[in-house]
């Protein structure tokens, strides 16, 4: 079984410029899950999808960042501006439903310079 | 609002120690804790899931406790080997669907 998959797996961006990340989760699962995990830190969530609907996004900064899930499937996260405190590892993250066991993808690395 | 904690922040062992890892967790209205293993550079790994009516999982060397009352869950490895080194982190599944993790415990066994 295929696991969770991201793109790309390292980004280097100047400040003020955009960035999108990709990820494809495990078939089947309906819960999609995004994380920040800044270094020395635990992952965050930003956002949580139930199929294409969104269940929690109280954590997303939404006057930078956005995210989508089209068609309850892919999903794609968005940083538009950067600022150099968004430098961090992104984490996409799937699971068969809201209480069930989670399993993470390999991560992007952004650099904001 | 939900806090979870990890202690230590870093453990040294030798090879073949058994040793725990503690996780806290300031509200018990939890559905679920989860175990997590992270290598450097990499995404993580799911170890155990423990839903809130049980009180421990096992899966080979590891075992995991859950105790709502105290808020505390227990990350036991027995005879530890060196490629168990990594950061572990728990995080607790909480009211409104919510995922809160601690900051992790990185391990280091020294064969």
């Known amino acids: 079984e295929a696991g969770v998959a991201q793109s790309p797996r390292y980004k280097i961006i100047e400040k003020r410029q955009s960035v999108a990340f990709w990820c494809n989760p495990i078939?089947?699962?309906?819960?999609l899950y995004w994380y920040q995990q800044i270094l020395g830190q635990g992952p965050k969530l930003l956002i949580q999808?139930?199929?294409?609907?969104?269940?929690?996004d109280s954590q997303l900064p939404k006057d930078r960042f956005s995210a989508e899930r089209l068609k309850g499937v892919d999903s794609t996260l968005k940083i538009q501006p950067a600022k150099l405190e968004d430098s961090a590892v992104y984490l996409c993250?799937?699971?068969?439903?809201?209480?069930?066991?989670?399993?993470f993808g390999p991560g992007t690395r952004l650099t904001v310079t | 609002k939900q806090e979870v904690t990890q202690i230590p922040a870093a453990l040294s062992v030798p090879e073949g120690e058994n040793l725990v890892l503690n996780c806290s967790f300031t509200?018990?209205?939890?559905?679920?804790l989860q175990w997590f293993r992270q290598d450097p550079g990499k995404g993580l790994t799911s170890l155990l899931l423990?839903?809130?009516?049980?009180r421990e999982q096992t899966s080979g060397r590891l075992n995991a406790s859950l105790d709502k009352s105290s808020g505390r869950s227990t990350l036991y490895i027995a005879a530890s080997q060196p490629g168990d080194s990594a950061t572990y982190l728990c995080a607790a599944n909480t009211g409104g669907f919510k995922t809160i993790f601690g900051a992790g415990t990185r391990l280091f066994v020294k064969a």
């Open positions: 078939s089947g699962h309906a819960t």
């Open positions: 999808f139930q199929n294409n609907g969104v269940v929690d």
């Open positions: 509200d018990s209205a939890i559905y679920n």
């Open positions: 423990i839903q809130s009516s049980q």
């Open positions: 993250a799937s699971s068969f439903g809201n209480l069930y066991e989670q399993y």
